[in-house]
């Protein structure tokens, strides 16, 4: 083939502006539609159980009724009624509690076998899958294994203290100890996940800086405070966040173990949630209290993604 | 001391060297009290991991009423094994085990389906208001289903007929819980590392969308389709509220909640519950042992939602 032909052939095949301006339009709208078409299937399902109920959620907190029966709409008796119920104060302080202690527990506790494993690795598989394992069990199952370690009759704690001649406590009789237990439960089955959270944080410290550090005299302890710390403390930021979103909605361990009891001591944000709308059938203060439940998340939500951004922007501007 | 002195420089080599010979023996002795130490304190929290199983073990081997003797006693008298007879003739165990496969083996197939193509439109595909959806999705992450449950429940029991969908269904336990917004974070993240090229060659080959998908994307995706598939697998096999919320026969539980519901309101069969959590128990512990690796990766992926 030719120079020439070839030049002519392309003269015929090219487009003019008008042309050209068209067809891009009509691959771009195309692009979109398959676009459109690859979320379908997802938005779908998203959008009818995810967003809908998220507003009908605001939209039902000015109502009563509705789950068994017909919502009626009440104005504003929902929130005053709540605004006066000392139940729901008592549920947030103990969901308080319970996310300060647990988080502090399995934090301290995780760096601390994190630093250990990280520090002697030989063996240290075998401790790793053990810690692992009570990740495996259901909350509901961990909260029935805890009526076997707190059991008045039969626990394992009462085993021991009867065994070594100290008299039996009634742990679920006592609510600072019942929501102890619970936090004892949390804390048990979270140990696993956060060592080996931490060890992986751990070990993307950049041994170089360590040894420097020992090099400039530091001592063990120092080299913990003046490096790894302030090295992990943007994970730790974002790890507690996540965990305190996590911990908030605690509910399984209380249904399985307490029932919010004694006299409320257990009672957390969702068992209130639930106790209200499927055991009192008082779904008004349900309601309402859903959505300080759904505040309080979202606003978590966004705080650990303007953590996770500070981080990014950090790091970037570490490196320019 | 002994460091002191050999930086001043003792009188002869002779009494240097002995203080660099006690100085490390004396370092040797500490750094083994240092690793006993350590390996006690792995140990301990190794035991405190496991022991709770292990002594499960003890209670669903008695007769519920042995549990009550004074003094506690730490093993069975005699071995007992009618509680796992029990456990799968007078309850539904049987009934809720399938029912707990089928619910979770359901919405981790789905939640793979919708959440590998959405995942790759957000990642690779180009169109108009891609940034403001994937907000939403991204703002919807961490919404608790304690927050929604009533209007969830409100409607499920009014979907149209043919999704078969209501209380006490199949369809109903299943559809409201395969839109995670995580499952589309995490594919979004894994499509995003795809190389670009990759995709356009396949384009201007002439493969369609749908081909790229599943002859390009989907077989370099493998490694993460299979830890989004066993993380949404455990978080839906351990889910209790949405499946306590919407069940309220006993033949369409699921495990957590059939078992919770062995707790009686005045009389528990301890010795039954027992039994039913170590047969629960046991095969997980199996399964996890031989997939370690994969089980790990999963829920470090999951970290968001712990």
Not at chain 1, 31 to 36: C, L, M
Request: net charge positive.
């Amino acid at each position: 083939m030719s120079a020439i032909t070839g030049e002519t052939a392309w003269d015929e095949l090219s487009l003019s502006p008008e042309e050209y301006r068209r067809a891009s339009a009509r691959y771009r709208q195309r692009r979109s539609v398959t676009g459109y078409l690859f979320l379908l299937p997802y938005f779908l399902p998203f959008l009818v159980f995810l967003v809908v109920p998220v507003f009908w959620s605001l939209w039902l907190s000015f109502n009563q009724g509705g789950i068994l029966d017909r919502a009626r709409f009440v104005g504003f008796r929902n929130w005053q009624e709540i605004g006066s119920d000392s139940q729901l104060t008592i549920s947030i302080e103990n969901t308080a509690k319970y996310v300060v202690a647990a988080i502090f527990l399995v934090f301290t506790l995780a760096l601390f076998l994190a630093l250990i494993l990280n520090r002697y690795r030989r063996g240290s598989n075998v401790f790793k899958l053990a810690l692992y394992v009570p990740l495996l069990a259901p909350a509901v199952l961990v909260g029935l294994i805890w009526q076997f370690v707190a059991n008045y009759d039969f626990g394992l704690i009462n085993l021991i203290l009867t065994t070594i001649g100290v008299g039996r406590v009634n742990i679920f009789g006592n609510g600072t100890l019942a929501l102890l237990t619970i936090v004892l439960a949390e804390v048990w089955r979270g140990l696993g996940f956060w060592t080996l959270y931490f060890l992986a944080s751990l070990q993307n410290i950049p041994e170089e800086l360590l040894d420097a550090a020992r090099v400039d005299g530091a001592r063990g302890i120092q080299r913990f405070r003046r490096v790894t710390i302030p090295l992990l403390r943007p994970m730790l930021l974002f790890a507690i966040v996540i965990a305190i979103i996590a911990n908030f909605q605690v509910f399984d361990t209380v249904y399985v173990l307490t029932q919010g009891g004694p006299y409320e001591s257990t009672s957390t944000m969702v068992w209130f949630i639930w106790e209200r709308l499927f055991q009192f059938q008082q779904t008004g203060q349900g309601y309402a209290a859903a959505v300080i439940l759904l505040g309080i998340i979202l606003f978590l939500t966004a705080l650990s993604f303007w953590l996770l951004g500070s981080r990014r922007r950090r790091r970037r501007s570490a490196l320019a | 001391m002994a460091v002191e002195s050999a930086r001043l420089g003792p009188a002869s080599g002779d009494e240097r060297h002995a203080d660099y010979a006690q100085a490390a023996r004396r370092r040797r002795t500490l750094d083994l009290g240092k690793g006993i130490a350590a390996y006690t304190v792995l140990t301990l929290f190794a035991v405190i991991a496991v022991g709770p199983f292990l002594y499960l073990l003890s209670p669903s081997l008695r007769h519920s009423y042995d549990l009550f003797t004074f003094p506690p006693q730490w093993l069975p008298k005699s071995l007992y094994l009618g509680n796992f007879g029990a456990v799968l003739h007078q309850t539904s165990y049987v009934r809720w085990g399938i029912n707990t496969l089928v619910f979770a083996t359901s919405v981790t197939l789905l939640t793979l389906a919708i959440d590998t193509l959405a995942g790759y439109a957000f990642a690779r595909m180009h169109f108009p208001g891609r940034g403001i959806l994937f907000g939403l999705v991204v703002a919807t992450l961490m919404i608790p289903t304690a927050a929604i449950v009533a209007p969830l429940y409100i409607i499920v029991s009014h979907l149209p007929s043919w999704t078969h969908a209501g209380v006490n269904t199949y369809p109903g336990m299943i559809l409201p819980m395969v839109c995670s917004p995580l499952g589309v974070f995490m594919m979004r993240q894994f499509m995003s590392t795809l190389p670009e090229g990759l995709v356009e060659a396949a384009r201007l080959d002439g493969a369609s969308e749908l081909q790229i998908f599943r002859k390009v994307v989907l077989p370099l995706m493998k490694p993460a389709v299979v830890v989004l598939g066993i993380f949404t697998f455990m978080m839906q096999w351990v889910n209790f509220l949405w499946p306590l919320a919407i069940t309220t026969t006993d033949s369409m539980k699921t495990l957590t909640v059939g078992i919770a519901s062995l707790q009686g309101q005045f009389v528990t069969n301890w010795g039954l519950i027992s039994a039913a959590a170590v047969m629960t128990m046991g095969p997980i512990i199996v399964v996890f042992l031989i997939f370690q690796r994969w089980f790990v990766q999963a829920s470090m992926a999951g970290a968001l939602k712990q």
